[in-house]
């Protein structure tokens, strides 16, 4: 929507802006939580849902369960369960994140009801589909653990945990202009513009990969056993070199997109340090990528992996922004603001 107001109030902006940083913290450490579960193969250590072995507060040692735990949760499981205290408080802590992060995201719905008073009906309503969407994924989480991680439920999961950081990204980047509108760094490249979008649906195809990647390795951990780690890439599919080979061409690409950027904005602009971030983050995440696939798969890799990957793509989404700052943030028109076009 168009309004012919050009400010809010700066403190309800400032109170807004920080919830909507500290919800995709928050939101961060999840994705984290999330990748250690499935490094770990935490992901059915609670067995039920939302209780965790039938209790709000998960046992601490077999003693805590009764003597025929097995039978009452292990049916849908087909017989294996087996009580692991580290896994099960891994999966629950996993958990009590997830529903803070639906809490945070309430907060920052609340913060935007002063935005909606002062005529912005648009930041309201993708802060309420934030809290919708957090509410869904909670419902899929539950479906993760009732369909036995099957994994096109564990993909979907993946793939809605980055449209909530795409929409929190988002608010908190209008918010952060808003009432400075004149700070905001465009991209005047238009080879690099054309780029972005492309760069996105490319870093997103191969989280999508890297997800397929995991769902075979949970088959191959399956069969060969957790002390079997070192053979575990041996035994994958196509899948993984898809994913290895795309790297290549996703790392090629991006070089040539931060190069545009910094070449046209230079180095100290919003806009060149965002690049250069992700820049670094590309090669961490190479780094990683490398640890796991010719050293043993380490543990410790799999999350950090993962965030990386789900970091950069936030990243690119706010040099996207960035982009097409006129058309989503602020119209601009010879360094005097005429409205704002959200």
């Given at each position: 929507?168009?309004?012919?107001?050009?400010?809010?109030?700066?403190?309800?902006?400032?109170?807004?802006?920080?919830?909507?940083?500290?919800?995709?913290?928050?939101?961060?450490?999840?994705?984290?939580a999330g990748g250690v579960v499935r490094s770990t193969g935490a992901g059915m250590g609670c067995p039920d849902w939302p209780r965790c072995f039938g209790r709000w507060i998960p046992p601490t040692e077999i003693s805590q369960l009764p003597a025929d735990y097995k039978e009452i949760y292990g049916a849908?499981?087909?017989?294996?369960?087996?009580?692991?205290?580290?896994?099960?408080?891994?999966?629950?802590?996993?958990?009590?994140?997830?529903?803070?992060?639906?809490?945070?995201?309430?907060?920052?719905?609340?913060?935007?009801v002063p935005i909606l008073k002062s005529g912005n009906t648009k930041i309201f309503l993708l802060s309420l589909s934030a809290f919708i969407l957090v509410g869904f994924q909670g419902w899929l989480g539950a479906k993760v653990v009732s369909y036995e991680l099957l994994p096109i439920v564990v993909t979907l999961h993946m793939l809605l945990a980055i449209v909530i950081v795409f929409?929190?990204?988002?608010?908190?980047?209008?918010?952060?202009?808003?009432?400075?509108?004149?700070?905001?760094?465009?991209?005047?490249?238009?080879?690099?513009?054309?780029?972005?979008?492309?760069?996105?649906?490319?870093?997103?195809?191969?989280?999508?990969?890297?997800?397929?990647?995991?769902?075979?390795?949970?088959?191959?951990?399956?069969?060969?056993?957790?002390?079997?780690?070192?053979?575990?890439?041996?035994?994958?599919?196509?899948?993984?070199?898809?994913?290895?080979?795309?790297?290549?061409?996703?790392?090629?690409?991006?070089?040539?997109?931060?190069?545009?950027?910094?070449?046209?904005?230079?180095?100290?602009?919003?806009?060149?340090?965002?690049?250069?971030?992700?820049?670094?983050?590309?090669?961490a995440e190479i780094g990683t990528g490398i640890l796991m696939a010719y050293f043993g798969v380490p543990p410790f890799a799999q999350p950090i992996h993962l965030t990386l990957a789900i970091l950069l793509i936030g990243l690119q989404f706010i040099i996207w922004l960035l982009t097409n700052g006129k058309k989503y943030l602020v119209y601009k028109d010879n360094l005097k603001v005429k409205h704002t076009t959200i």
């Open positions: 929507m168009t309004s012919s107001k050009t400010h809010i109030d700066s403190k309800a902006n400032r109170r807004f802006r920080r919830l909507a940083l500290n919800t995709v913290i928050t939101l961060y450490f999840l994705i984290i849908k499981l087909k017989g294996e369960i087996e009580f692991n205290p580290i896994k099960t408080w891994i999966e629950y802590v996993n958990r009590l994140l997830g529903a803070f992060t639906g809490i945070m995201i309430f907060l920052t719905l609340l913060a935007s929409l929190l990204l988002y608010l908190f980047t209008w918010a952060y202009y808003a009432n400075n509108p004149l700070k905001l760094n465009l991209i005047h490249d238009k080879n690099a513009n054309k780029l972005g979008l492309i760069i996105l649906v490319l870093s997103l195809a191969q989280i999508l990969l890297g997800t397929q990647v995991r769902e075979t390795m949970d088959e191959v951990i399956v069969k060969m056993g957790y002390d079997a780690r070192n053979q575990w890439m041996d035994s994958l599919g196509f899948e993984f070199y898809i994913h290895r080979s795309f790297s290549l061409i996703i790392f090629g690409v991006n070089i040539y997109w931060i190069s545009l950027i910094i070449k046209s904005e230079g180095k100290g602009s919003v806009a060149g340090k965002i690049a250069t971030a992700c820049l670094w983050i590309l090669v």
